[in-house]
């Protein structure tokens, strides 16, 4: 079983930018993929970015060439760095991950307000 603790978010003005960190513990070996999620109030849950344990990124035709995922392996952490924000990244973030047999875990969820 894997634990996900996210942090880094908060309030930013457009244009600014935010760094997101996920730790993971527990049997972490176990984990293929992690991703970012985001769920703004009336809307579905969106993946704003994955990587697997390779370094293979997917992003969200929205976020392409503002945000960037990495992860280190060394620390079990995953990051997501969001630039040039805009009022509409505005959601709930939140960490995923799947093992090898496509068991989800995720983490609690960390708020982004961009706003000025």
């Known amino acids: 079983q894997v634990q996900l603790v996210e942090s880094g978010g908060g309030l930013v003005q457009p244009g600014g930018s935010l760094r997101l960190s996920c730790a993971a513990s527990g049997s972490t070996i176990s984990i293929y993929v992690v991703g970012w999620y985001r769920q703004a109030p009336g809307k579905q849950r969106e993946l704003v970015a994955s990587i697997t344990r390779f370094g293979r990124t997917n992003y969200a035709d929205s976020v392409k060439g503002r945000f960037t995922i990495f992860r280190d392996n060394a620390k079990d952490t995953m990051y997501l760095q969001m630039n040039s924000l805009k009022p509409e990244d505005t959601a709930v973030y939140l960490c995923?991950?799947?093992?090898?047999?496509?068991?989800?875990?995720w983490g609690q969820g960390t708020q982004v307000t961009v706003s000025s």
């Open positions: 995923e991950a799947q093992d090898y047999n496509s068991v989800s875990s």
